[in-house]
């Protein structure tokens, strides 16, 4: 908990995490890469200069830095992934679904799993929500 400087204990909720992964082995396409480095691009731009990543750390973010990041070096006690899946862009997705999984099952009472549906995908995509619903136990979604 972060602790005010009142003494007040405070719970954070990061309400937006996203475990990513736009590596070269996972792009489907060449949006796959313009996708990452915009995104790249975004972070150096917008990210005071002792806070960049190096670019082929930044490309896939790994289970252990997000742990590292999220819960050891900031101030959050629980986050929710809010996953963008990008299937059209990359072979497993932008968002792995299994790895939020398996990280929020290491790490018990510490994640939300919510998934994602793209309403362009008609009854396919509500099929496809329905099924993971199922296989993951989402509590919400990303549109």
Not at 73 to 89: N, R, T
Not at 93 to 113: H, M, Q, T, V
Request: net charge negative; hydrophobic share 35%; with cysteine.
């Amino acid at each position: 908990m972060f602790k005010a400087s009142n003494g007040e204990e405070i719970f954070i909720i990061d309400a937006h995490i996203a475990l990513w992964d736009g590596s070269k082995e996972n792009q489907l396409n060449i949006h796959g890469e313009q996708f990452i480095s915009c995104f790249y691009d975004y972070h150096k731009n917008l990210s005071p200069k002792e806070y960049w990543w190096p670019k082929d750390e930044f490309v896939k973010y790994s289970p252990e830095k997000l742990v590292n990041d999220v819960f050891m070096e900031g101030y959050v006690d629980m986050a929710i992934f809010q996953p963008v899946f990008l299937k059209e862009f990359y072979k497993n997705g932008f968002g792995n679904f299994d790895a939020n999984e398996e990280l929020s099952k290491k790490y018990p009472n510490r994640f939300i799993c919510n998934g994602t549906f793209d309403p362009r995908h008609g009854e396919r995509g509500l099929e496809k929500l329905e099924e993971n619903k199922e296989k993951y136990n989402w509590q919400g979604v990303k549109l």
